[in-house]
């Protein structure tokens, strides 16, 4: 049964392979953000033990999935339960690249312009991804990498789109 986890910073890329995963493999798919939040502004994270409920609630009603995101704290929960891993180790400059070319992103914001309007936010926050060392970092993501005993793989470019 096919079971990813894909992690890495933000603007790395995982939105994007795992719809592309779930779209040539059939396979539901999570994404981290939706679920680690509270609707509070500022946003403050959830209790680990309610983003839990919700991650084992997707994983009982689906056989195969993707869940991707950037906490190895949530991750680590699912760890045993997945098949492969997939760190989209990209370089930093790539990542903000990625994040300043990224589409309207429904799911987690109400419009483009609330979207763009955290953008320098979010290009902050990516440029700091090797100097931090919460659950969000380089460091994090690299030491759940290493300790995967199962398949895994990295990936540090771009993955190029396919012609539709």
């Not at 079971?3 to 981290?32: M, P, V, W, Y």
Request: aromatic letters at 10%; proline letters at 5%.
């Amino acid at each position: 049964m096919t079971k990813i986890l894909i992690f890495g910073n933000s603007g790395s890329g995982k939105s994007t392979l795992a719809r592309r995963l779930c779209e040539t493999q059939g396979l539901a798919h999570l994404d981290l953000d939706t679920l680690a939040w509270k609707p509070t502004s500022p946003p403050e994270r959830k209790p680990i033990y309610e983003s839990e409920q919700e991650i084992q609630a997707f994983t009982a009603t689906n056989e195969t999935w993707v869940i991707e995101g950037c906490y190895t704290d949530l991750l680590k929960l699912v760890q045993a339960q997945s098949s492969e891993i997939i760190f989209m180790n990209l370089p930093i400059e790539l990542c903000i690249a990625n994040a300043k070319a990224r589409p309207w992103e429904p799911h987690k914001y109400d419009t483009k312009q609330a979207q763009d309007d955290n953008l320098p936010m979010l290009i902050d926050w990516i440029a700091q991804y090797t100097k931090r060392d919460d659950t969000f970092s380089y460091t994090a993501h690299q030491q759940f990498y290493e300790n995967y005993s199962g398949n895994k793989k990295m990936i540090t470019q771009n993955i190029p789109h396919q012609a539709s």
